[in-house]
């Protein structure tokens, strides 16, 4: 476009309010996958993953997309803060929400690896299906959970002082991340935390958004 003296004119992107649907996907594809990997995961090392192949597939699979939905999730809270976003709390919300899913990632990556080992190796799989399985365990029970803590306090903070969110959803933000932060468990359900909290987050606002439009029509 260009005005009357062929300057040309720009419009400012604006955030598509049905991008907070972008949380809600995420959390129920996360989650999804969750559930489907920890009923794959054998009870000894010894015994194989190939009968639950059809459920590991359909993880793998679900967690790319639930990654970029999350990637979205990520760009609705920052378009909600504005002007009122701080450049510390941003940095450590930005770099822990990241690092949460980068390291999903490589979780994933393993329980692939592992799957592969399972189906197609000849020889005695006990050993690598153990180590394999440790490793991802580690990586998503012990940092990929603590990153998932910092992200949810960074953003409890901004919110708090920036008055954004309702104080009993910032008090039960900092609970969860508590209770993420202290926990010490192997035990792949407790991933199941974080998902849903960013699911009440989405509804909260996507109701708020469209109580928001019916004030202003």
């Not at 809270?77 to 940095?91: K, M």
């Not at 919110?159 to 035990?187: D, E, K, N």
Request: aromatic share 12%; net charge positive; hydrophobic share 55%.
């Amino acid at each position: 476009m260009a005005d009357t003296h062929g300057e040309p004119q720009f419009r400012r992107l604006r955030t598509p309010r049905a991008a907070a649907v972008a949380g809600i996907i995420f959390g129920t594809l996360f989650a999804t996958s969750i559930v489907l990997l920890g009923t794959s995961l054998p009870a000894t090392a010894s015994e194989p993953w190939v009968r639950s192949g059809s459920k590991i597939t359909t993880a793998l699979l679900l967690t790319p997309i639930a990654g970029i939905a999350f990637l979205w999730f990520i760009g609705v809270l920052r378009d909600r803060f504005g002007n009122l976003e701080d450049r510390f709390f941003a940095t450590v919300f930005l770099g822990s929400g990241l690092l949460f899913l980068a390291m999903t990632f490589v979780s994933m990556a393993i329980a692939g690896a592992l799957y592969a080992v399972s189906r197609h190796s000849t020889g005695s799989q006990d050993e690598i299906i153990y180590f394999g399985r440790e490793v991802m365990l580690h990586v998503n029970n012990v940092y990929a959970i603590r990153m998932a803590a910092v992200f949810m306090i960074s953003l409890g903070t901004i919110w708090l002082r920036t008055g954004l969110m309702p104080r009993w959803l910032v008090i039960g933000t900092y609970l969860l991340a508590l209770i993420l932060l202290v926990i010490v468990s192997f035990s792949i359900w407790v991933a199941l935390v974080f998902p849903g909290w960013v699911v009440v987050i989405s509804v909260y606002i996507l109701t708020t958004d469209l109580h928001h439009s019916k004030d202003q029509s």
